[in-house]
C-alpha cells in the first residue's frame, strides 16, 4: 500500500509470538534530553566565542563540550559515571551532522566514556545555525540515546571490558547484527516512532496494526539506513519492541484490531 519494496514483515509479525519478549532498554530520555541541551548550549558558545565566524572546522581536534552523564545501575542501586566528549571528525556522510560516535574507555583508563565527533565540514556560523533550530540538540540526543544504550547494555552485563569494538573494519551485516547494535538502533527506532506515532493517528481507522507499524518503522531514517543489513530475526526483535513501546503509551488504540 505505502510501500512494496521491502521484504515480507507481515509473515514477520506473524511470527512474534514465537520470538522471546523483546523491549528497548529503558533509559531517562528526560535526562539525555538535558545532557543533549546541554552540550549543543557549549558548542554554540565555543563557536560564538572563540571562531571566527565562516572558519571551517576542518582539522579540528580538541573537545568543545564534554559532560558527565549519570547512568542508573541496572542490577544494584546507585549510578556510573559516564563522560561524554564531543569534538570534530572527518565525516563519511558529508551531510551529516555527526561524524561519528562510539563508546569505549579513555586510552589507558577504565572509565567509560562516550565519544562524539562532530562533522568538521560545517562551519562556525553552521553550527550557529544548528543551535538556534534545534537540530544540532536532536542530533545529540540520538547519538547519546545510541551510545547510552551500549553503556546499560555492557554495564548491565558487568563491566566495560567486554565491550570496546572497531567497527571500521567489520561489514556493515555483521556490524548492524551485532546483539549490542540491534538493541541500540531498537532504541533509537521506538524513540522516533514514539515521537511520529501521533502524526499517523488519522491512519489508525483505517489500517491495520501490522500496517501502521510498518509505516511509522519504515519511514525512520535508522530503518532506511540498516533495514537491508538486519536479519530477519532482528527485524522482527524490533518491529516487537515498536509494538511493545507503543502498547505502552497506548498509542495503537485507534487502529483496526486484525492482522
Ligand atoms: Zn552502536
Redesign the pocket.
Given at each position: 500500500m505505502f510501500y512494496s519494496d521491502q521484504k515480507t514483515p507481515d509473515d514477520l509479525l506473524k511470527e512474534w509470538t514465537e520470538i522471546e519478549e523483546s523491549r528497548a532498554i529503558p533509559l531517562d530520555k528526560s535526562l539525555i534530553k538535558a545532557s543533549a541541551n546541554d552540550l549543543a548550549q557549549q558548542i554554540n558558545t565555543a563557536m560564538e566565542r572563540y571562531y571566527p565566524k565562516n572558519v571551517p572546522q576542518t582539522g579540528y581536534k580538541i573537545n568543545i563540550a564534554s559532560d558527565v552523564f549519570l547512568l542508573k545501575k541496572v542490577a544494584s542501586s546507585g549510578t556510573v559515571e559516564i563522560s561524554i566528549v564531543v569534538g570534530f571528525d572527518k565525516p563519511e556522510n558529508k551531510k551529516s551532522l555527526i561524524a561519528y560516535s562510539g563508546?569505549g574507555k579513555f586510552k589507558g583508563g577504565n572509565d567509560p566514556v562516550i565519544s562524539i565527533k562532530l562533522n568538521n565540514l560545517f562551519t562556525a556560523d553552521d553550527w550557529i545555525g544548528f543551535f538556534k533550530s534545534g537540530k544540532l540538540e536532536d542530533a545529540l540526543f540520538t547519538e547519546l540515546l545510541?551510545?547510552l544504550t551500549?553503556a546499560a547494555d555492557v554495564q548491565s552485563k558487568g563491566g566495560i571490558d567486554n565491550y570496546g569494538k572497531n567497527t571500521t573494519n567489520i561489514d556493515l551485516k555483521t556490524y548492524y547484527n551485532d546483539p549490542?547494535?540491534v538493541r541500540?538502533f531498537m532504541q533509537e527506532i521506538v524513540d522516533i516512532v514514539l515521537k511520529t506515532a501521533p502524526n499517523f493517528e488519522r491512519f489508525m481507522p483505517k489500517l491495520s496494526r501490522t500496517k501502521i507499524i510498518q509505516l511509522l518503522v519504515r519511514t525512520t531514517e535508522v530503518w532506511k539506513k540498516a533495514a537491508e543489513y538486519f536479519t530477519d530475526s532482528n527485524k522482527n526483535l524490533i518491529f516487537k519492541a515498536v509494538v511493545k513501546a507503543l502498547d505502552d503509551h497506548d498509542l495503537l488504540t485507534g487502529s483496526k484490531t486484525n492482522g
Open positions: 563508546f545510541h551510545e551500549h549490542h547494535e541500540a
